[in-house]
C-alpha cells in the first residue's frame, strides 16, 4: 500500500512559476513510477508527465514539454513537478500516481488505469 499525499498548488499569474511536490509513503517509492495527472473542471483527466523509477527517463505531453520538469528523490520519497512559464490553461487539479508494474513506455505512462495509486491532488490556479 503507498499513500500519496500533493502539496505545492496555489495561484499564481501567467508566466509565473510553482513547484508542486508529492510525497509517498512506504519503503518501496523506487519501486514504482510516478506520473503526474490534471483535470480541469468538466475536462477528463489528463496526462501531464512520467518519470521511471530510477529517474533516468522521463516523459512528457506535447502542451507542457520545454515548461515543466519531473525528477524525483527517491532518498526522501518524493516526486516533483517544477512548472515554468505557466498559462491559464494549465489551471486545474493536479494528480501524481505511482504505477508498479509494466514497461516504462508512453503507450503505458499516458493511461490513467496504468497506475495503482492515487493522490487527493493540490489545485493550481492561473490567472490572466
Known amino acids: 500500500q503507498v499513500q500519496l499525499v500533493e502539496s505545492g498548488g496555489g495561484l499564481v499569474q501567467a508566466g509565473g512559476s510553482l513547484r508542486l511536490s508529492c510525497a509517498a509513503s512506504?519503503?518501496?517509492?523506487?519501486?514504482?513510477?510516478m506520473g503526474w495527472f490534471r483535470q480541469a473542471p468538466g475536462k477528463e483527466r489528463e496526462f501531464v508527465a512520467a518519470?521511471?523509477?530510477?529517474?533516468?527517463?522521463?516523459i512528457y505531453a506535447g502542451s507542457v514539454k520545454g515548461r515543466f520538469t519531473i525528477s524525483r528523490d527517491n532518498t526522501k520519497n518524493t516526486v516533483y513537478l517544477q512548472m515554468n512559464s505557466l498559462k491559464p490553461e494549465d489551471t486545474a487539479v493536479y494528480y501524481c500516481?505511482?504505477?508498479?508494474?509494466?514497461?516504462?513506455?508512453?503507450?503505458?505512462?499516458?493511461?490513467?488505469?496504468?497506475?495503482?495509486?492515487w493522490g487527493q491532488g493540490t489545485q493550481v490556479t492561473v490567472s490572466s
Open positions: 518519470i521511471n523509477r530510477s529517474g533516468s527517463s522521463t
Open positions: 512506504g519503503r518501496t517509492f523506487s519501486s514504482y513510477a
Open positions: 500516481a505511482a504505477d508498479n508494474g509494466g514497461l516504462f513506455s508512453f503507450f503505458r505512462v499516458v493511461r490513467t488505469n496504468s497506475y495503482d495509486y
